[in-house]
């Protein structure tokens, strides 16, 4: 139960849970002629709110807003006398809901990556790309296995966006795969010029024809500027951007980890299985 909960907050599941309850609330507080129904809409309005607020999810700045919307919107209808103004702050909860909803179901969708034509897989990681111990194949090694690619992980331990740049120079050739698994230990560290040394990274790996994908941070709360430069930089660069659901779906997996962070072989396993799906080495017609 505990992993469950984790893995909502770090994933951003719990925003849907919380976008549903102030939904619910804000309909049955507006409609329901009933006290106690109103009380209880109330109470389901405050919760969605609170773990609207909580959930670990990076939103650009007009998502801010329209957080702020549903805030205020919400409190109103629990808060307000005047009929016209609870219909007003639920109108204006619930289009901010599904704006929010919305963009965070797109980020939340499943990745589609063509690797036809290409021959080598290059990641550049921290601990989480490095072998478990005891010694067995890391998730680079068998994703390579299992999409036919030629291997070159240069991940060390402790490496942060910055530090990784040595090793993110040493990708040859204008083509390959380039997978970065990099910034959990600038979240542990607070890295204050994260964004900055993230775009160095990126501008030094997007490259010709290589095809680079970047996975997400799982996010504590309090630290979603993170996840905030991930997305704002993916799309400036043209990275292709792995949900952080996916890697939180595993670190909180029964036998995944070694010590709640670092992967085990059966992490190992299971996160190469889980991102050998997102890759297809044939064009959709």
């Known amino acids: 139960m505990a992993n469950l909960i984790i893995y909502s907050f770090i994933s951003g599941a719990t925003i849907f849970i919380g976008l549903l309850l102030t939904l619910a609330g804000v309909a049955m507080r507006s409609r329901s002629p009933v006290q106690m129904v109103k009380r209880y809409a109330s109470i389901s309005v405050v919760l969605g709110i609170l773990l609207t607020i909580a959930t670990c999810v990076p939103y650009p700045f007009w998502i801010v807003l329209c957080e702020a919307g549903l805030v205020l919107g919400g409190l109103f209808c629990v808060f307000a006398k005047s009929e016209k103004k609870i219909r007003i702050a639920t109108y204006t909860t619930v289009v901010c809901a599904l704006v929010i909803g919305a963009v965070e179901l797109y980020f939340q969708r499943s990745p589609n990556i063509a ?80 964004s900055n040394h993230l775009e160095l990274l990126l501008q030094e790996v997007c490259k010709g024809q290589r095809r680079v994908v970047m996975v997400e941070i799982p996010l504590p709360p309090f630290y979603m500027r993170y996840g905030t430069a991930q997305r704002r930089l993916a799309a400036k660069y043209g990275v292709t951007l792995v949900p952080k659901r996916i890697l939180a779906s595993v670190i909180t997996s029964e036998g995944a980890t070694t010590d709640s962070l670092h992967l085990s072989n059966t992490g190992h396993e299971m996160l190469a299985t889980s991102f050998t799906r997102y890759f297809r080495s044939k064009p959709i017609r």
Do not use: C
């Open 115 to 194: 690797i036809d034509g290409l021959k080598e897989l290059f990641v550049v990681g921290d601990s989480l790309s490095m072998g478990a111990d005891p010694p067995g194949k890391n998730w680079p090694d068998l994703l390579g296995e299992k999409l036919g690619l030629t291997t070159h992980s240069y991940s060390f331990g402790g490496a942060r966006t910055d530090t990784a740049l040595s090793n993110a120079k040493r990708i040859t050739g204008d083509q390959g795969l380039v997978i970065l698994e990099i910034g959990g230990n600038d979240l542990l560290y607070d890295t204050p010029d994260f």
